[in-house]
């Protein structure tokens, strides 16, 4: 079974920078890609940047510029460098993967979640 742990969030300032990081433990064959999503109170989840295998790189418009989303490959960990965070990019911040273990493929595990509060 594969775990998603992840770490980095908590209350910041307007302005602020954060830094995610989601390690994937276990057995793992291949992970086609890893993402972050996140869902603010009232909304639905959505996804937030994304990379992929071979390495490119997808964000929502509105953190464009603002956050990076990076990945180890050695350790199967996904980073997302938040800068210049405002009070609406508060939420629950979610890792997600699409990857092969030995006994299932296309297997998509999600994280706990993490709570990044953007405040004065």
């Known amino acids: 079974q594969v775990q998603l742990v992840e770490s980095g969030g908590g209350l910041v300032q307007p302005g602020g920078s954060l830094r995610l990081s989601c390690a994937a433990s276990?057995?793992?064959?291949?992970?086609?890609?890893m993402g972050w999503y996140r869902q603010a109170p009232g909304k639905e989840r959505e996804l937030v940047a994304e990379?992929?295998?071979?390495?490119?790189?997808n964000y929502i418009d509105s953190v464009k510029g603002r956050f990076t989303i990076s990945r180890d490959y050695a350790k199967n960990t996904v980073y997302l460098q938040m800068n210049s965070l405002k009070p609406e990019d508060t939420a629950v911040y979610y890792c997600?993967?699409?990857?092969?273990?030995?006994?299932?493929?296309?297997?998509?595990?999600w994280g706990q979640g993490t709570q990044v509060t953007v405040s004065s």
């Open positions: 276990g057995i793992i064959l291949h992970i086609y890609y």
């Open positions: 990379i992929i295998s071979g390495g490119s790189t």
């Open positions: 997600h993967t699409r990857l092969d273990v030995p006994a299932r493929s296309r297997y998509d595990p």
